[in-house]
């Protein structure tokens, strides 16, 4: 015997489809924003700065205090960069909106912007960039250029 489906359950069937689909555009069009986020001046410039300016803090591999500190600042800077950012070209959705769907699908996001996410939410992860950064015998100019 098949099953019988009333107009009701059609309706019910098709709105959870549109709004699956819905979540699915809003979560394309947060990544791709993020990852033009990671090429944005602004943010190449924020980055830089800040690692230039605490990076001489970090001259070991333990923890000390100040490293939380300067996380901590990194973190609030970061969050609301991304929370502007995001917000701003993604109509409708919230810091909290974005951080639910992309924990929901950690696998869906890979390469340069789970790093970055990483390095703001992840102690270690920061603490690695920043010991990483002051290893380096040269840097990258916000133009892409060496500098000695």
């Known amino acids: ?41 602004s943010f190449l410039t924020m980055q830089e700065s800040f690692r230039k300016g605490n990076s001489d803090v970090f001259d070991t591999h333990e923890n000390k205090l100040e490293y939380t500190e300067i996380f901590q600042t990194y973190t609030a800077m970061m969050e609301n960069f991304v929370e502007t950012f995001v917000t701003d070209r993604v109509e409708g959705i919230t810091m909290d909106c974005m951080m639910t769907m992309l924990a929901d699908r950690p696998e869906e996001i890979t390469g340069d912007v789970f790093d970055v996410l990483a390095s703001f939410a992840d102690y270690e992860e920061f603490k690695q960039l920043m010991l990483s950064y002051k290893s380096t015998d040269f840097c990258h100019d916000i133009s892409g250029e060496l500098s000695l």
């Open 1 to 41: 015997m098949a099953a019988e489906y009333d107009e009701e359950d059609i309706i019910i069937a098709n709105t959870i489809e549109q709004m699956n689909d819905n979540e699915s555009m809003k979560f394309d069009a947060i990544v791709g924003v993020l990852e033009s986020m990671l090429l944005d001046k």
